[in-house]
């Protein structure tokens, strides 16, 4: 049998298992979908019917009009795009200088075994409690949104990284040694593309972190985005807007979340 995509001979067997996997992936896709159709569909009607109060949980035509209403208003769009701004810009710098600093500390053992009580408090550390020492430092204002949500992916990014560089089979390691490399080749050369996978699975927990973070920054001092809106909602009981407000926290962490598979997907594609 003739395959188009990599223009070699692939045998009946091996084409009906690859035929099997995709159907199972679209039958576990279908069934995804199913059960969020049917809670929705339970949702509206148990508040058409009143057995559900919709003033305290809402329901999805109330929240439909909630987004028709706050587009017609123009407040929509700045909203979500104040939120996805400074979680995107947290997200980046909490990987980027957490994967930076799991470097140094596999670089130097030395340094490693200094840092590893103060890694462990800080993780253990409710990053929440930290907000107004932050507002207090930085200011009330975007930055301090976005250093929230720099902290709360973190320590966790540079925990996450550093146990997968240390995971690395040290024979690997040895060997490359032993043929004289310097630590900046071994680094290049064996660390950081064996790690690819455990830098995406913090890359993977960093999506649903920095969400934390920037919404509870919101929380704290702004006067924008989904954060303030929930606040708002629940200050003056427009639970509506909450609701609304966690419907499209949801939607964007997920598409967050499978741009994250899609680049997982992308380099170990390169890798291989």
Avoid: C
Wanted: hydrophobic share 55%; net charge positive.
């Amino acid at each position: 049998m003739y395959n188009k995509n990599n223009h070699k001979a692939v045998s009946k067997e091996h084409a009906e298992y690859i035929a099997k996997i995709k159907k199972r992936k679209l039958l576990i896709r279908l069934t995804q979908i199913s059960i969020l159709i049917i809670f929705i569909a339970l949702w509206e009607l148990t508040a058409r019917l009143k057995i559900i109060d919709a003033f305290i949980t809402s329901q999805p035509s109330r929240i439909i009009n909630t987004l028709i209403s706050l587009h017609e208003e123009g407040t929509l769009w700045m909203h979500i795009s104040i939120s996805i701004l400074e979680t995107i810009v947290g997200f980046i710098l909490g990987t980027a200088f957490g994967t930076a600093i799991a470097i140094i500390l596999w670089w130097s053992d030395f340094a490693a075994k200094v840092a590893d009580p103060y890694l462990v408090v800080l993780n253990s550390l409710p990053k929440v409690a930290l907000g107004p020492i932050i507002i207090v430092w930085i200011g009330a204002g975007p930055f301090a949104i976005i250093t929230m949500a720099l902290l709360v992916s973190l320590i966790v990014t540079i925990i996450t990284v550093l146990n997968g560089f240390l995971e690395i089979n040290p024979d690997k390691i040895k060997l490359l040694q032993t043929f004289g490399a310097t630590k900046l080749q071994i680094l290049k050369k064996v660390i950081l593309p064996a790690s690819i996978p455990t830098i995406i699975s913090a890359l993977k927990i960093n999506v649903g972190m920095s969400w934390v973070g920037v919404v509870v920054g919101e929380f704290l001092v702004s006067k924008a985005g989904l954060g303030h809106l929930i606040v708002y909602g629940g200050q003056v009981f427009k639970l509506d807007l909450v609701m609304t407000s966690i419907f499209i926290l949801s939607i964007a962490a997920v598409l967050m979340y499978q741009f994250t598979a899609w680049l997982e997907k992308k380099l170990i594609k390169w890798q291989n």
